[in-house]
């Protein structure tokens, strides 16, 4: 028999009247269905926290569009703006409390989805920090913004160093979290052509996802199921395969394109928030194991990197893994607030 989602919907509140342990084993069957929808690559179904709206690109020769949240201030604004840049396997929605912290804090919050990301075009293009940076500076010249502080996560922390880089006077703060990137992946890990990335993704499995998933946190907690299940319901569009080729390409772009020679480039004030738990690797089930040591190790990557950039400062966290603002949220923006509010 064939279950739809609104058919036990309407089952639960029949029974309802039945006791509420009769609830509560249908319920986890109300769960399942709601997880096994496939979902949109572009992910209209999907509930952001802010509206979303849609920057219109060309690119290639491609009419694509670049979806972004505008949250503007509450209480008293501050006159200042912050970007939230996602990481490579998120999308702007996990920055949801941030931007609430951000915002009731008087700034106004600015979180694109990059092309090939979220409810943002999925294209098969080369990608690089490079078109990216300049897609972002874009979004804020389109919304009328001439300075922001920059805050990236793990990829976007390569993409803030890339967009620093590339135009400093509209960067009064950047702020790396966990950034991927502060070292050379190239020196450690086979390189992966196009084509076998690609069939990595088509093939990912359930299990899988989640166990690569479970490596960014110290302690895994129910909420960060959220995520997997958004890659589960991905697999089971039509349309997955343009998206796990523009994931397989963003791959490369990391691989390619490192930034960490150029952090003594840097002249944004600069804070690096990092947990002193992770370590990740992009493609790290390639580097050979009597090598694994010598990889990820962030607590002494922070502190390198805090040394190549001239005017920065550290936040080390200890017991915390790749995602402080998920993992450590009280920590992260306290630390992200005290460092926006000090000249």
């Known amino acids: 028999m064939k279950c739809t989602a609104k058919a036990l919907v309407s089952l639960l509140k029949n029974v309802l009247s039945c006791g509420l342990s009769i609830w509560i084993i249908l319920l986890p069957l109300y769960a399942v269905s709601q997880e096994a929808i496939p979902l949109s690559i572009s992910m209209e179904d999907y509930a952001y926290p802010y509206p979303v709206k849609l920057l219109p690109l060309t690119i290639e020769g491609q009419d694509l569009r670049m979806a972004y949240m505008d949250a503007p201030a509450e209480g008293t604004p501050t006159g200042k703006a912050v970007l939230l840049l996602h990481g490579k396997n998120f999308f702007g929605a996990y920055w949801k409390e941030t931007i609430h912290i951000l915002s009731r804090n008087g700034f106004r919050v600015v979180v694109p989805d990059q092309i090939g990301f979220g409810k943002s075009s999925k294209p098969n293009i080369h990608y690089s920090f490079h078109s990216l940076a300049h897609h972002t500076r874009r979004l804020l010249d389109t919304l009328g913004i001439k300075q922001i502080a920059v805050v990236g996560h793990s990829m976007g922390g390569m993409l803030a160093t890339r967009f620093a880089l590339m135009y400093p006077e509209a960067v009064s703060h950047l702020i790396l979290e966990n950034p991927i990137g502060l070292e050379d992946y190239r020196i450690y890990v086979p390189y992966t052509p196009i084509e076998e990335a690609y069939r990595n993704e088509l093939n990912a499995t359930e299990e899988g996802i989640r166990n690569y998933h479970k490596t960014y946190y110290v302690k895994w907690k129910p909420a960060y199921e959220e995520y997997v299940q958004v890659f589960l319901r991905w697999k089971g569009s039509g349309e997955y395969p343009r998206l796990a080729m523009s994931s397989a390409l963003t791959l490369q772009m990391i691989y390619e394109q490192p930034v960490c020679y150029e952090f003594p480039d840097i002249k944004s004030k600069t804070l690096l928030v ?42 080390e966290l200890p017991d915390v893994g790749h995602i402080p603002h998920l993992e450590a949220p009280e920590l992260f923006h306290k630390e992200l607030l005290k460092f926006l509010t000090t000249d």
């Not at 010598?294 to 190549?308: D, I, M, S």
């Open 274 to 315: 990092i947990g002193q738990s992770d370590r990740t690797v992009a493609g790290k089930p390639k580097v050979k194991k009597e090598q694994l040591s010598l990889v990820g190790q962030y607590p002494e990557l922070g502190r390198r990197t805090a040394k190549l950039i001239t005017n920065s400062s550290l936040v």
